[in-house]
C-alpha cells in the first residue's frame, strides 16, 4: 500500500473510533440526531460514505484517490441530496409495502384488510428475527429496487457526467445539466448489462432486505455503508472488463 492509502486509513480510524468509546456518547448523539433529523443525516451520511465508495474505485482504476476534473466536492453534494432521496424512498416502501401484502393476504374471507395489514406492520417492527419479517423486508427490498433504484442510478450517472464535463467544479455543476446531450453519451451496455441487470438483483436485492431487518436508526446509515461497497465491486468490474 501506499502513503495515501495510509491515511486514508488512519482518518477512517480517527472519525470510527469515539463511535466506540462510551465516554464520548458519541453513539448516543448519533442515534439521537438520526432520529430528530432523518433526511439532514442522510444527506451527509451518503455524502461522505458514498463518496468515498466513488474514491476508493477511482483508486483502484487508476491508482489514485482523485484526479484533475473528478469532482469530489460536487460529487459529495450529489451524494448528499441522492441520500435524503433514497432515506425518502426506504420510509415510503417500508410504510407502503405491508399495506399492499396485508391488501393480498385478504384473499382469504376470515382476515379482513386493516387485521392484515396491522398483522404485517407488527412483524415488520418487531425486534425478532423471523421468516415473515425477512420475507417483508424482502418484498420491500425487491419494490424499492425494481421501482426506484433504476431511476435514481440513471441520474446518479447523468450527474457523474455532468460534473466531468464541468471540469468537477461546484459552479460546473450548478449549471443547467443538458440531459439531451448527456443521456446518448452514457455507455449503456455496462449501465444495462452491469448496474442495472446484475447489480439489482444480485446485490441490490440481498443487501437491501438485510438493511430492512436492521434497528430503524441504522438503516440508512447501512444503506449508505452500502455505497462503498458498491463503489469497489463496479470498479473490479469495469477493471475485469477491459
Known amino acids: 500500500m501506499k502513503r495515501q492509502d495510509w491515511i486514508l486509513i488512519l482518518c477512517?480510524?480517527?472519525?470510527?473510533?469515539?463511535?466506540?468509546?462510551?465516554?464520548?456518547?458519541?453513539?448516543?448523539?448519533?442515534?439521537?440526531?438520526?432520529?430528530?433529523?432523518?433526511?439532514?443525516?442522510?444527506?451527509?451520511?451518503?455524502?461522505?460514505?458514498?463518496?468515498?465508495?466513488?474514491?476508493?474505485?477511482?483508486?483502484i482504476r487508476k491508482g489514485v484517490y482523485n484526479e484533475k476534473g473528478f469532482g469530489i466536492v460536487p460529487r459529495m453534494m450529489v451524494w448528499g441530496f441522492l441520500g435524503?432521496?433514497?432515506?425518502?424512498?426506504?420510509?415510503?416502501?417500508?410504510?407502503?409495502?405491508?399495506v399492499v401484502l396485508g391488501t393480498i393476504a385478504t384473499i382469504d374471507p376470515s382476515v379482513t384488510r386493516p387485521e392484515?395489514?396491522?398483522?404485517?406492520?407488527?412483524?415488520?417492527?418487531?425486534?425478532?428475527?423471523?421468516?415473515?419479517?425477512?420475507?417483508?423486508?424482502?418484498?420491500?427490498?425487491?419494490?424499492?429496487?425494481?421501482?426506484?433504484?433504476?431511476?435514481?442510478m440513471t441520474f446518479h450517472k447523468?450527474?457523474?457526467?455532468?460534473?466531468?464535463m464541468n471540469g468537477g467544479t461546484v459552479s460546473g455543476l450548478l449549471?443547467?445539466?443538458k440531459i439531451g446531450e448527456i443521456l446518448p453519451k452514457l455507455d449503456w451496455d455496462t449501465h444495462w448489462n452491469l448496474v442495472l441487470k446484475k447489480t439489482i438483483p444480485l446485490f441490490w436485492f440481498p443487501a437491501h432486505t438485510l438493511t430492512f431487518l436492521l434497528p430503524g436508526t441504522w438503516q440508512v446509515l447501512f444503506a449508505a455503508f452500502l455505497g462503498i461497497a458498491l463503489g469497489v465491486i463496479l470498479a473490479i468490474a469495469n477493471n475485469t472488463k477491459k
Do not use: Q
Not at 23 to 32: I, K, N, P, Q, S
Not at 84 to 98: D, H, L, N, R
Open 12 to 59: 477512517v480510524v480517527i472519525v470510527l473510533t469515539p463511535f466506540f468509546i462510551p465516554a464520548t456518547h458519541f453513539l448516543e448523539v448519533f442515534e439521537r440526531w438520526t432520529g430528530s433529523y432523518p433526511f439532514v443525516m442522510a444527506f451527509f451520511k451518503f455524502a461522505i460514505l458514498s463518496t468515498l465508495g466513488e474514491m476508493i474505485g477511482l483508486r
Open 84 to 98: 435524503m432521496c433514497i432515506a425518502f424512498a426506504m420510509t415510503v416502501f417500508k410504510s407502503g409495502i405491508p
Open 116 to 152: 392484515a395489514i396491522a398483522h404485517l406492520r407488527e412483524v415488520f417492527a418487531s425486534s425478532d428475527l423471523t421468516w415473515g419479517k425477512v420475507g417483508i423486508a424482502f418484498c420491500v427490498s425487491v419494490s424499492m429496487n425494481t421501482i426506484f433504484a433504476p431511476v435514481m
Open 158 to 164: 447523468c450527474t457523474d457526467a455532468h460534473i466531468l
Open 175 to 177: 449549471r443547467k445539466m
